[in-house]
DNA sequence: CGGAGATGCTTAACATGTTAAGTGAATGCG
DNA sequence: CGCATTCACTTAACATGTTAAGCATCTCCG
């Protein structure tokens, strides 16, 4: 409700009368939150019709492409901690929709897969999933999409490897 | 630790077995999300040195800003959701970072503000925090930052008000 | 072979995201 | 005025993010 033009400036900016950094609403963290959060709002109420949280689909999405990974593995591909990956597949588990099976030439890893009713439950959302994205490529432009997701790209590069410096002289 | 070279295909996709999709590594949300990790990634170690969150620490920024604010318009500009707000506010308020008080025109609403303490504390964190921005400008280019965060801003305008088409003919 | 260290994964603990329900205060309307 | 509705905010409940420990298993080197 209350619906304003969505002025991102918040119209009275007054003169921060503390101290001095940059308009907030303009660092690039914010920028980056709320578009994926304007894009993400789209996709929830089917997913959530279907009983799937974002992160389960997208481990469900990683594993329909993959057979079949180690937990390690799929936490990359889905861009998960391990932790969260942890219980995630302990609930998909319970409720079937992926198998688990220890590897045999190494104890400590166990391959994760889809099993028959993840498929089917994947094959129900990704219509209206795949439907979505459509509509989003229209309105924004295919090729002002392709554009941008190679600068996400860019950048994730450009940084990649900053954070890896506290390696030297940081006893705690 | 076994640093590939940041492949984002995954080396081998092997044909969808199952359910047809786009390249799961390539959506729009999954770009979004990467980007932003990658970006966080350079803050929390700073922010985490001063006891702040990334949340805290969206709060204190909004509010120096501010002067006072109510609670809901400090959702608004931080973009949390309400009880996430809710939550951090009590405890910054514990900690003595910002201050409460119930307007005198409407006892529902309070206005909140930071404290003298929350100034100390943001003033001792800003430096670390422009700094890590600049070297990020830097890195990526001012240019084509600037030109990053306008996509961003036009993909959330693409998108404004596509969900709320679920108010017309869903009565639960 | 054996034990120290590395590895793969899980648990634990705390903070936030997300939705729904609750609470007290203000509004509007008969 | 009375009372249902709306509003601002908080609580509750569950899922995930984030960091640190814990626990087997595996590797490697003496």
């Given at each position: 409700?209350?619906?304003?033009?969505?002025d991102?400036?918040?119209?009275?900016v007054?003169?921060?009368?503390?101290?001095?950094?940059?308009?907030?609403?303009?660092?690039?963290?914010?920028s980056?939150?709320?578009?994926?959060?304007?894009v993400?709002?789209?996709?929830?109420?089917?997913?959530?019709e279907?009983?799937?949280?974002e992160?389960?689909?997208?481990?469900?999405?990683?594993l329909?492409?993959?057979?079949?990974?180690?937990?390690?593995?799929?936490?990359?591909?889905?861009?998960?901690?391990?932790?969260s990956?942890?219980?995630?597949?302990?609930?998909?588990?319970?409720?079937?929709?992926?198998?688990?099976?220890?590897?045999?030439?190494?104890?400590?890893?166990?391959?994760?897969?889809?099993?028959?009713?993840?498929?089917?439950?994947m094959?129900?959302?990704?219509p209206?999933?795949?439907?979505?994205?459509?509509?989003?490529?229209?309105?924004?432009?295919?090729?002002?999409?392709?554009?941008?997701?190679?600068?996400?790209?860019?950048?994730?590069?450009?940084l990649?490897?900053l954070?890896?410096a506290?390696?030297a002289?940081?006893?705690?």
């Amino acid at each position: 409700m209350a619906k304003r033009p969505a002025d991102p400036t918040n119209g009275n900016v007054p003169a921060a009368h503390q101290v001095p950094m940059r308009d907030f609403s303009r660092s690039l963290p914010m920028s980056l939150l709320r578009a994926r959060e304007a894009v993400m709002r789209q996709f929830r109420p089917s997913l959530r019709e279907h009983g799937l949280t974002e992160q389960q689909w997208r481990i469900l999405r990683a594993l329909a492409a993959i057979e079949a990974a180690e937990v390690t593995e799929l936490a990359r591909t889905a861009f998960l901690l391990g932790p969260s990956l942890s219980r995630i597949l302990r609930d998909l588990e319970a409720r079937n929709l992926i198998e688990r099976k220890t590897a045999k030439t190494d104890q400590r890893r166990s391959m994760v897969s889809i099993s028959k009713e993840g498929v089917k439950l994947m094959a129900s959302v990704a219509p209206t999933s795949e439907a979505i994205y459509a509509e989003i490529t229209q309105r924004f432009g295919a090729r002002k999409l392709a554009e941008l997701q190679e600068m996400l790209g860019e950048l994730e590069q450009s940084l990649a490897g900053l954070g890896a410096a506290n390696e030297a002289g940081a006893e705690e």
